[in-house]
């Protein structure tokens, strides 16, 4: 007999494996520029060394640089884990666009399918779907013995 999947199944297993990956991406990514590139070296190589020409302020430049890598980290390993989803979402959010607007500065025609495009759908599709349908997730455990909800 075959097993009907209800929506709500195919909403939690679709959230799952898009937070899943998503939080992989940015969890790796922060990760090497952590741990491997370090963070001043991740700022000097992206940030200084390409914008110093430009109208950003060299302060913002290294704070943004040295921090970046930090919030990559934490924003992938709280999407891994799904806690604080929606919030680890909308920075993570804020990240991409400060990204995409540093790349198009440096290159008006930047191709954004790479790196950005990916992280952005899955990113979108997370922000869309209603949180409840994350089940399997440490935000999906709370709201169950919180609310009983979802069964």
Known sequence: MERSWSYSSQAAWASL?????????FFMTGWFKVFTLGPVGHAQQFFI?????????LWLLWSLGVSIP?????GG???LVGFQVRRA?????????????GHLLL???FDLTVHILPRAIL???LLLIPAESDRWSIDGLIRKNTTGLPK
């Open 107 to 109: 290159q008006p025609f």
């Open 17 to 25: 494996f898009a937070r899943g990956i998503l939080g992989l991406l």
């Open 70 to 74: 930090f919030v990559e980290l934490a």
């Open 77 to 79: 390993a709280l999407l």
């Open 123 to 125: 990113l979108l599709f």
């Open 89 to 101: 979402l909308i920075l993570l959010g804020f990240l991409l666009l400060t990204v995409t607007y």
């Open 49 to 57: 060394q390409d914008f110093a020409e430009s109208w950003i302020p």
